[in-house]
């Protein structure tokens, strides 16, 4: 199998209500059943008139950029200094939602689409029912990557073909059995397209010819199926903003109580994460003998059913009010620790009778 | 300006020791100068012999695994049950370090070549020695990315080719000049040659041809380019692992000062976000009178030089012992929220003669 990538010359400026088909048409007549059609979101949107008006500089401009860009932003997964990387309404994640100042008048912003698997189908169903052709059509835009400098071109929206390619249960010539390959061939296909396409020369189009795609009524998943969902999302914020939302975590700890038999080592790794700067007597106590845990838990005002683990601690003495505080800091700070290896605590008085000055409900 | 992307069949198993320049020679009479050659990097590793001997199943495959992992990994970016996501030695962030297990027989796993810039420059100059030909050189890989699902092909090792198109000053027919756009061409070269490659039917290297390549002498900088310097990194940590180290951090917030004139908005912030949840009573007194300020803090033993902003709280009164414990707990909630704020604190004994029983210098 061998791919051609053609650009698509002659296109031209397009507007708000322009027919993207039949300027397709006319600037690619030879276009031809399975050949992939992969267009720049730019013209798209602009087709569809996403467009919106903004002041030509100054700081009006940037006052105006920041409203549109938070009207476009489903939530901020990270920021620094001009720098925004946000999740769209779509769920993309991109830098300033995608907004584009570039290849448009100055006063104006260029949005993505709103549903760019809607532009896709339907510029596939313009072309099948004018023309005739069976044409699986990618809506591609540049996006950058969290790790590695520079931009590739992705598909935003999809129709007509599959937007990943499953190997799973494929097996290879040595009899291993293929377990995580899916493959994102319409973002290989977006990047391939925009090698030929130009930012600056007005090539908004390019064409894919030779890749095995299927005839099909149906205009499957589209690129949705490309948007990781939150629950499988290891990098749902940048790495700032998750560091400060676990400093805000610790000012306001959920009291709780955690699994029911807790690592013990975790427990030992927390106290001595603290212990190490606390003022010397200070003592914090891991109770492991169950006989001696009951007792003590039964006499604890507060003690929760659910706590199977007890930690006592005590300040070094003699105590003044300020020790005490002090003492009262070095406890919330095991509680964060402990929270940092996942486990959940509640502050209790101590077990009337022992030297503790107060407890910790695990 | 039209691509071609053309698969090169017949390069068959890849053993250690084995010249890949002639088996790509034979496979491929027809490369020309200027074609770029994109080469998968698991025939590199296998010639260059990158593999590892390990046990076919069993809890020992899994140990031996874990092994070879954390040698190949500089340190851990994420991870999630069985999954890591870790920075290499050469600075790719992948997962499992790039470490493959298919298409290699099942007592073998595959690392990435050691130095795949390096990789590609010698492939060059053998093409270029004994065969007289100019062949750009993409060694590629996959890897995944983080908010997409599906993988693509990216470049490991590039020689003779720029691994960024850089669009800076060019102006687009608006005149609008592009600030941003620094296309990682060798990237999409890389999944253009996927797109004819076959996970499982030994078709390891693609040829990309017409693409503009100037002859050059030299190799460039090589794909080492595309790595992202960490201080630009966003995504260094995994959310989780940096949720957990602002956790840990709030565990040992360091003492210190910090911005002479901090947002007076970020400290009632703060104060607001443990105030809530306070025993009722407790007052936290952001001191903002200058003449007071410096009263009070010349009567705060250790007050440091740098610090100008007080923060006073009280206790509600009475307090017995484990009421001051709580509050100290709370005292350290507040630093921990000032902490969130991008603001440090010390925690000293309070100025006498005041309702407090302790001050934060920030």
Redesign the interface.
């Known amino acids: 199998?061998?791919?051609?990538?053609?650009?698509v010359h002659g296109i031209g400026?397009v507007s708000e209500g322009d027919d993207l088909a039949s300027m397709i048409m006319s600037a690619a007549p030879w276009l031809r059943d399975g050949d992939v059609l992969v267009v720049t979101s730019k013209i798209v949107s602009k087709a569809e008139g996403r467009l919106v008006d903004v002041p030509a500089d100054g700081p009006e401009r940037l006052t105006a950029r920041a409203e549109v860009l938070a009207a476009e932003t489903a939530r901020v997964v990270?920021a620094?200094g001009a720098?925004r990387?946000v999740?769209t309404h779509h769920g993309?994640?991109m830098a300033a939602a995608g907004i584009d100042?570039?290849?448009?008048?100055?006063t104006r912003l260029v949005l993505l689409p709103v549903d760019p698997d809607a532009s896709a189908r339907a510029l596939r169903a313009a072309l099948r029912q004018r023309y005739g052709l069976d044409v699986p059509i990618i809506i591609s835009d540049?996006m950058g990557?969290?790790?590695?400098?520079?931009?590739?071109?992705?598909a935003l929206g999809v129709a007509g073909l599959d937007?990943?390619h499953d190997?799973r249960g494929?097996?290879?010539?040595?009899?291993?059995e293929?377990e995580?390959?899916?493959?994102?061939?319409v973002?290989?296909?977006a990047?391939?397209g925009?090698?030929?396409k130009g930012?600056?020369d007005?090539v908004p189009v390019a064409v894919v010819r030779g890749?095995p795609t299927t005839p099909r009524a149906d205009d499957g998943l589209g690129a949705r199926?490309?948007?990781?969902d939150s629950s499988l999302?290891?990098?749902?914020?940048?790495?700032?903003?998750?560091?400060?939302?676990?400093?805000?975590?610790?000012?306001?700890?959920p009291t709780g109580t955690g699994p029911t038999a807790p690592d013990p080592a975790a427990i030992d790794r927390?106290i001595a994460?603290?212990g190490a700067?606390v003022a010397p007597g200070t003592v914090f106590t891991h109770v492991t003998d169950p006989a001696t845990h009951d007792q003590l838990a039964s006499t604890v005002p507060g003690w929760p059913a659910a706590a199977n683990t007890l930690l006592l601690a005590a300040p070094p003495t003699p105590?003044d009010?300020?020790g005490?505080?002090?003492?009262?800091?070095?406890?919330?700070?095991?509680?964060?620790?402990l929270?940092?290896e996942?486990l959940p605590s509640t502050?209790l008085?101590?077990p009337p009778g022992t030297s503790a000055?107060?407890a910790l409900a695990l």
Chains 1, 2 share one sequence.
């Open positions: 199998m061998n791919l051609e990538i053609m650009p400026h990270a620094r720098t990387i999740q993309f994640v100042a570039s290849n448009v008048d100055k540049t990557r969290p790790w590695r400098n520079g931009l590739t071109d992705v937007a990943v190997h494929e097996v290879d010539p040595y009899g291993n293929l995580l390959t899916q493959m994102a061939v973002d290989e296909l990047g391939a925009e090698l030929v930012k600056c007005q890749y199926a490309l948007i990781r999302d290891l990098f749902s914020l940048g790495t700032a903003e998750a560091r400060a939302a676990g400093l805000a975590e610790a000012a306001n700890l927390a994460v603290v700067t105590v009010p300020f005490l505080v002090r003492f009262g800091a070095d406890v919330h700070r095991l509680r964060a620790a929270a940092a996942g502050l008085p101590p000055t107060a």
